[in-house]
Antibody, heavy 121, light 106 residues
Framework: QVQLVESGGGVVQPGRSLRLSCAAS????????MHWVRQAPGKGLEWVAV????????YYADSVKGRFTISRDNSQNTLYLQMSSLRAEDTALYFC??????????????WGRGTTVAVSS | SNELTQPPSVSVSPGQTASISCSGD??????VCWYQQKPGQSPVLVIS???KRPSGIPDRFSGSNSGNTATLTISGTQAMDEADYYC?????????FGGGTKLTVL
């Protein structure tokens, strides 16, 4: 079945870095855009970043631009989020999400269960 | 502006129709999606491209979008529909989510 499994979350000090991974299975990963979306405890959904199917186009929320980098390895069916200069406000559950379309621009039709990132000293 | 505004809460009686609004500047010129999120679960896409229901979503869920407002309508609301609902749209290659609406089925 179609599945997204995130990993790499944990507790990290402010200013440090962390890399999240997302293993995709059950669909042709290389033909869909992919997103990261986060949700702070008790709060709503916040979009983080998107990458097109070949990785040529990346877009970011203003809140993470310059600090986070989204990437993908289509040979390994894996999506990544490299997070640096982490802040307390980056504390959230991070979801890996599949877009309905190649370049991304459609709905988000498959969601992982998320991995938790806690930024604290 | 890519800000999307939703009412924080909506209440509905079982079997009645629930409407959840999402407003934004010239929203009718963009495609809007809607997501349902139940406590402790990941969001689920219930409406795509303003009006399309993904496979497996009951036909009591419908959507519309015109002017500055998109609306998610749930006809014959059931207790299982109690959840948080989020609208989402693209604007200049940036994704925006609404703040979410808690639907209570009384």
């Amino acid at each position: 079945q179609v599945q997204l499994v995130e990993s790499g979350g944990g507790v990290v000090q402010p200013g440090r870095s962390l890399r999240l991974s997302c293993a995709a299975s059950g669909f042709n990963f290389r033909t869909y855009g992919m997103h990261w979306v986060r949700q702070a405890p008790g709060k709503g959904l916040e979009w983080v970043a998107v990458i097109s199917y070949q990785g040529r186009n990346e877009y970011y929320a203003d809140s993470v631009k310059g600090r986070f980098t989204i990437s993908r390895d289509n040979s390994q069916n894996t999506l990544y989020l490299q997070m640096s200069s982490l802040r307390a406000e980056d504390t959230a559950l991070y979801f890996c999400v599949k877009d309905e379309t190649i370049e991304a621009g459609g709905g988000m039709d498959v969601w992982g269960r998320g991995t938790t990132v806690a930024v604290s000293s | 502006s890519n800000e999307l505004t939703q009412p924080p809460s909506v209440s509905v009686s079982p079997g009645q129709t629930a409407s959840i609004s999402c407003s934004g500047d010239k929203l009718g010129d963009k495609y809007v999606c809607w997501y349902q999120q139940k406590p402790g679960q990941s969001p689920v896409l219930v409406i795509s491209q303003d009006t399309k229901r993904p496979s497996g979503i009951p036909d009591r869920f419908s959507g519309s979008n015109s002017g500055n407002t998109a609306t998610l309508t749930i006809s014959g609301t059931q207790a299982m529909d109690e959840a948080d609902y989020y609208c989402q749209a693209w604007d200049s290659r940036i994704v925006a989510f609404g703040g979410g609406t808690k639907l209570t089925v009384l």
